[in-house]
């Protein structure tokens, strides 16, 4: 079967969207004026050496402090991440269930949390060592810039690598200064955070702190959220320097809305489901019935050293941490007839973990001169582990339901994971080559003290060598073109073996997925004011994981056969007179089974992965930086919710924002006023899709027309 591009949907959507030293040392940010120029970002993703973004042989783009900070509330990465080409991030409208981040589709089928896609904070991973992820930990009120990293590079960083986010937050600085933010919206949103940052002694810090708080656009979604941060920097000598980073989330009841039929849907996008079996209350929805909500307590810290020997640098990243969840789910009795001696089999509602979890990575870089140009070695080792005390209950007893019942599953689920990797960089003239491999391997131990269903106890450990290759060439001094290959790898979460397609206990039978990757493209700048970035890749998976049964919130996952991905990615910064800026971000992704199984046919689409979206935006501020407006577009095509595609798909949509920005300086205060409207036509349309849920609950609704206002003042000192 031939496979191309298909490219008439992108064009229909930007029509569409068009009307409207040492790592440490890096504090550059994104499209940073200078003389009307734009000027180039200093990354340290892919490479782990300090390049201009413009010099790496790979997709990286960087969200800078204004984008993730202005003109937003800062409680989801999705509100600056829609800028990025190739990911797909999605409030789902569910905060007991996290953002849905997509990487050129991997990661899409993720029935809550991020999977597929690396998250890392500050140098300190904020995925586990399974590869399961919280974007939620992502303290957005202290970031400086995200880096993301797309295609065969992020392949060096492991297991569950199709794609890199790294948030790098701000380090204190003088004067010392307090900031408050207070900010109000649709839905009873609202949120209150307080920053204070400085230096003192040759001691740097940030702390920050904030609450959260929404009734939700959909029925039964309200949230809670805290967070706490805190981040410690000390230069023991001119050549080090050690960096404490702590923070913490929590999140009370957080209410699960769940998923909802296509028919539900059309007659009211609020609403969630009727649950036809509550004979008692026949208009009471599963939600509600089941009270379905997830509480969440999570604390980490870490701290990252650097001494530089010459041009020679060591690196040590230490962390650890505990996360307790307690979950309640849309389900009971739906196993009754798959018992062990007499015993259901794991039919509990109620998800119950207390986690511990550590990790070090360590690695030294050395630089030498070979064959008339610059060599960089880095050679390191990573390790991870998790520990999880595990619990489920029934969730009824009796008559009530949404309360913790008798105990169904008793356990020690522990992950662990240990990668050796090494990376070289030769770079001579117009020419640099990048090359890594790193091998990974993670170990699954579990201990089933529930012994009346059945013996659950066992282990499992995958592994495998992923390399990477890269070649840039500068063809101009402001054209350079690259192109670059890899391995990639992604074992089963905790979460994807937790059950089999039965019903029954921990699935010891799924089998990791494998990635051919490749890409080829371009980077240029045009008159020093405008940016354009282009890319073309293609990835073949073997065994890909697919979901293979969802209901009320337990997803089991099969492996599937072969998966082809293959796409097109622009983007365009550019500085226009007048005070205007312009951004477009679009995506062309053909993403199919490239093998039949099951009832699925050769050539069905990916389901939760769009084949065209699209951001665009044009913006305008004084010279004096006083005052801001913005118009956004954002746009996208259908997706498919299971695999066979027989299902309805979500319709593609384009919507648009609007945002106006003040500033005032008033001797040493600094004001800051923003209004957001979001979703100017009201468009009703999905937002995210639930993938391959049994009952067909797939759809989760997007806002309608909402707002947002938000104030703060900042004291300096």
């Known amino acids: 079967m031939q496979h191309r591009f298909r490219l008439n949907t992108i064009a229909s959507l930007f029509v569409a969207g068009s009307a409207t030293l040492a790592p440490h040392v890096f504090a550059a940010e994104a499209a940073n004026l200078a003389n009307g120029q734009l000027m180039d970002t200093v990354v340290v993703s892919g490479s782990r050496i300090a390049h201009p973004s413009q010099e790496v042989p790979a997709s990286i783009d960087v969200v800078d402090s204004a984008r993730i900070q202005d003109g937003q509330i800062r409680v989801n990465a999705s509100e600056a991440l829609a800028a990025v080409p190739g990911l797909v991030v999605q409030n789902r409208q569910n905060y007991a269930q996290d953002l849905q981040i997509s990487s050129r589709g991997f990661g899409a089928r993720s029935a809550f949390g991020v999977r597929g896609v690396k998250l890392i904070s500050d140098g300190i991973p904020a995925s586990m060592p399974d590869g399961q992820g919280q974007a939620a930990t992502f303290n957005l009120d202290t970031a400086e810039r995200i880096e993301v990293l797309r295609g065969p590079f992020s392949a060096i960083y492991g297991n569950h690598s199709g794609g890199v986010i790294q948030l790098f937050s701000k380090d204190g600085q003088n004067p010392p200064s307090v900031e408050l933010n207070v900010t109000g919206g649709s839905f009873g949103t609202s949120k209150v955070d307080l920053t204070a940052q400085g230096q003192a002694g040759g001691i740097g810090y940030v702390l920050d702190g904030s609450r959260f708080r929404t009734d939700g656009f959909r029925d039964h979604s309200a949230a809670t959220r805290e967070q706490a941060f805190g981040k410690i920097t000390v230069k023991p000598n001119a050549d080090s320097k050690l960096t404490i980073v702590a923070n913490s989330l929590h999140q009370g009841n957080t209410q699960d809305p769940l998923g909802a039929t296509w028919a539900t849907f059309a007659a009211n996008p609020r609403a969630g489901e009727i649950d036809a079996s509550d004979t008692q209350n026949p208009k009471r929805t599963l939600a509600e019935r089941y009270n379905t909500r997830k509480s969440i307590d999570h604390q980490q810290i870490g701290a990252t050293y650097e001494q530089a020997f010459g041009d020679d640098r060591l690196h040590v990243m230490v962390y650890g941490g505990n996360r307790d969840v307690i979950q309640y789910q849309a389900f009971t009795k739906f196993l009754q007839n798959q018992t062990v001696n007499g015993v259901l089999k794991h039919s509990g509602g109620v998800v119950d973990f207390q986690r511990q979890f550590y990790g070090i990575d360590t690695n030294w870089l050395h630089v030498n001169q070979l064959a008339g140009g610059k ?142 990757n490749l890409e080829a493209g371009v980077k240029a700048s045009i008159n020093s004011n405008t940016h354009v970035n282009a890319a073309v890749f293609q990835i073949k998976t073997n065994d ?63 389901p939760g992965v769009p084949s065209a979206n699209l951001f665009a935006e044009l913006a305008w501020k004084d010279t004096l930086d006083r005052f801001g407006a913005a118009l956004e577009s954002v746009a996208s095509n259908q997706v498919y919710a299971e695999d066979s595609n027989s299902e309805k798909p979500a319709p593609g949509y384009t919507v648009f924002n609007a945002r106006f920005n003040a500033k005032q300086n008033v001797g040493n205060w600094r004001f800051k006023e923003f209004a957001r409207l979001n979703n100017l036509f009201d468009k009703t349309y999905v937002g995210s899709v639930i993938v391959g849920d049994s009952n067909k609950r797939y759809y989760e609704a997007a806002p309608g027309r909402n707002w947002l206002l938000g104030v703060s003042a900042q004291y300096s000192f």
């Open 375 to 516: 060599l960089s070695t880095t050679i390191g080792i990573d390790y991870g582990r998790s520990s999880d005390d595990r619990t489920g209950y029934e969730n009824y007893i009796g008559n009530s339901f949404g309360v913790k019942g008798q105990l169904r599953r008793d356990e020690q689920d522990v992950v662990s994971s240990l990668d050796p990797y090494l990376q070289m960089e030769w770079q001579s003239g117009p020419w640099l080559l990048s090359a890594g491999v790193r091998y990974s391997k993670m170990k699954v131990e579990v201990n089933d003290h529930f012994l009346s269903n059945g013996n659950d106890s066992g282990s499992l450990e995958f592994s495998h060598t992923t390399p990477v290759l890269g070649l840039l060439y500068k063809l101009t001094p402001n054209v350079n073109v690259y192109a670059s290959a890899a391995r990639g790898f992604e074992a089963p979460t905790l979460n994807e073996l937790f059950y089999s397609g039965a019903g029954n206990g921990f699935n010891f039978n799924l089998k990791p997925a494998t990635s051919t």
């Open 544 to 606: 890909e994981l697919v979901v293979d049964k969802s209901s009320g919130g337990r997803t089991s996952y099969r492996n599937a056969g072969k998966t082809l991905r293959q796409g097109m990615e622009v983007s365009l910064d550019s500085n226009l007179p007048y005070g205007f800026t312009a951004k477009v971000a679009l995506t062309s992704l053909h993403a199919v089974y490239d093998q039949a199984f099951g009832s699925v046919r050769e050539g069905s689409r990916l």
